[in-house]
């Protein structure tokens, strides 16, 4: 019988975050593209744009004045995709078919520097620590608000990830619902820290049972580098492509050396090492086509912060505190600066598909310089 | 306590297909784009272009060349997806967590109509009927192939939707497994025909047992309009924006007079009312923004066709008898020709959003006229 060759078989590989499936076609690679390029995203940026509406000082379109901020700087999204309370009660369904649940809650703007031209890539270590630095302070306003039962930290960076404005930022949405995508995680983690036996020397998650990202994690770190999807790994972080990637470069950036549930569970040396490794996995994507490289970007963890006025719960059956942080890298570039993958028909119609495995992503991404390439030009 | 109104509060609604939700958030469309906007589909296109790989006689990338067809044509894709048997076993997992499923199968091509410059919305009724044997064709060959246990037909309509060719077709995919999304849906559908009772007077399915979406499309088509979700009907076929849908002006479109698992199940006067249908609602979206609509479209029906081999086992024990034919129609257009819906950062990290009320949604389609825009101009 046929040996099995991953860069040469068509396969399945399962993500037991989500319980679903993506399709692995590597040879698809040598497929000629003649399809929609993308704008390269502007490189020549003016430091301070008086147009911009995130550039200090500036007025936005809701007619509020930016401060004359010197570091970061957060705001109340001018249109916020959830609403503050007080809100209706649920309508009566039309059919039981048809249910609505009423969304209250409030979206976050979080700028990461005054400076119109930079991204992550280009901040200095201290710049992005004060960025992390927001993600907490916001998730832990937020997240003790009353009636907030879900903090979704992210940034959607570059035009073709729909992102309107190159300002360096970020956004946070908090609501009074779980969302669907980190329901299901949470749901996944939770099954596997009842059902499974450690046995690996992995982080274990409370009351000493297993941690699906913990064991994952301590696994792939233990993988040689030639075989493997690590990226970049220090003290505290490691960035890996998931075995279950479905973008071209994805990238799963989390904690490895013990169980984190949020980003309020860090320790200063954690939150340092947490911003080299975003400096490094940032530079990595910009020089992988040379260009300041798109990208969404999600931090899950715990849904809100423990609060102070809930009883102390046995760690474990606290479910939220299965969480354990991790930041999802979602970066559509496929081929160039210029050509990226479309997850569309088959994809949107059964299952996710891509066409390099994600150990030749990884090894690609690993064999980027991480001084950014804008640096070691005269 | 405030009265609850869909098109200015933030609300969740539910999707029973998927088990998901949505976040509507109607007073989003007031809010500025300053993003992306995309290039408009050329509408000068030649009727014949001799670079095209797809127009008949030419030469395709793999060097085969296209039979002079004046109808219909299929041919395998020269950069499939998936690859036919043999295929290799399963090789072992290198950690419990990372499993690997080797899949066979193939991908074909199915051309609409030999004019380069035509699309479903601008094809005679009888020319779409010809699309419409061919599906039926194609899934009945596909399906009844050794291994085969899934056939997906779909059509990336547009360079916005990763279609590189502007030439009309869509594609099948199978496989020897059933993608993630169709096998949520199955199992949705099963528990809905055995935990429901039927209650209404909608078509049930296999032992009498109720339909989810025969009980969906029988509810939707006794809403008066001015309330409801239908864009069009006739005499076997509705097509609405479902109470849960994501993409801005997304449709369903499914036949509501009786239980249908499969595109082989449909009677000649139901496959000449899905032609019309189908027309209808193509040249309803080209109206919308008096442009060719991008969009992604796939069929969901039973996996595979009955086999003859298989033992005639009771209706219901067929599991693949739950299903009902639909079609999901996913643009992504949202304010203009120009501006669309980006599904980034909250919506892959969280959850799908949605700017305007599937019931807005559907009233914006009702009001386009069902002439196509390029027919009334002189
Ligand atoms: O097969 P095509 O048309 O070359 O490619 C297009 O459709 C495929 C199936 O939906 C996707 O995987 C590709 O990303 C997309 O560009
Ligand atoms: O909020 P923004 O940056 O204006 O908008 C962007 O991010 C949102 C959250 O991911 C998406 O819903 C929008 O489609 C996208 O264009």
Same sequence: chains 1, 2.
């Avoid at 249910?99 to 976050?108: A, F, N, R, S």
Wanted: charged content about 20%; overall charge negative; aromatic content about 8%.
């Amino acid at each position: 019988s046929i040996q099995f060759d991953p860069t040469t078989h068509p396969h399945r590989r399962h993500n037991p975050l989500t319980g679903e499936y993506v399709l692995v076609s590597p040879h698809r690679t040598k497929r000629p593209w003649q399809g929609q390029t993308e704008a390269p995203q502007a490189s020549n940026l003016p430091q301070y744009d008086p147009k911009c509406y995130l550039c200090p000082g500036n007025e936005r379109a809701g007619g509020a004045k930016n401060e004359p901020y010197t570091s970061t700087f957060v705001f109340e999204n001018d249109y916020a995709a959830v609403l503050p309370p007080p809100g209706p009660g649920a309508p009566p369904a039309p059919h039981p078919l048809l249910t609505t649940e009423p969304v209250i809650g409030g979206c976050d703007v979080i700028i990461f520097h005054p400076r119109h031209d930079l991204t992550l890539a280009r901040l200095s270590i201290p710049d992005i620590e004060k960025v992390i630095a927001q993600w907490c302070a916001v998730y832990d306003r937020r997240g003790h608000q009353e009636g907030i039962e879900y903090v979704q930290i992210f940034e959607n960076k570059g035009s073709m990830m729909g992102c309107s404005n190159p300002h360096p930022h970020g956004q946070s949405w908090s609501l009074s619902a779980v969302p669907s995508l980190p329901s299901t995680e949470l749901t996944n983690l939770k099954k596997y820290s009842l059902a499974q036996a450690q046995t690996s020397s992995a982080p274990t998650g409370p009351k000493g049972r297993p941690c699906l990202l913990c064991e994952y994690a301590h696994f792939e770190v233990g993988v040689p580098h030639e075989q493997g999807r690590v990226v970049f790994k220090n003290e505290h972080w490691v960035a890996l492509v998931p075995w279950w990637a479905i973008w071209p470069f994805e990238i799963m950036l989390l904690p490895y050396k013990r169980h984190v549930p949020s980003l309020l569970s860090l320790m200063p040396e954690e939150k340092h090492s947490f911003a080299e490794a975003l400096s490094n996995i940032t530079k990595r994507y910009d020089n992988l086509f040379k260009c300041s490289f798109a990208y969404s970007m999600g931090i899950h963890q715990r849904p809100v912060p423990r609060r102070a006025d809930l009883p102390p719960l046995a760690e474990l059956e606290d479910e939220d505190n299965v969480a354990h942080l991790h930041l999802h890298f979602a970066p559509p570039l496929l081929r160039s600066a210029t050509v990226r993958k479309f997850l569309v028909g088959f994809e949107l119609m059964a299952e996710p598909q891509r066409d390099l495995t994600p150990e030749q992503a990884a090894q690609r991404l690993r064999g980027c310089p991480d001084v950014h390439y804008l640096d070691t030009l005269e």
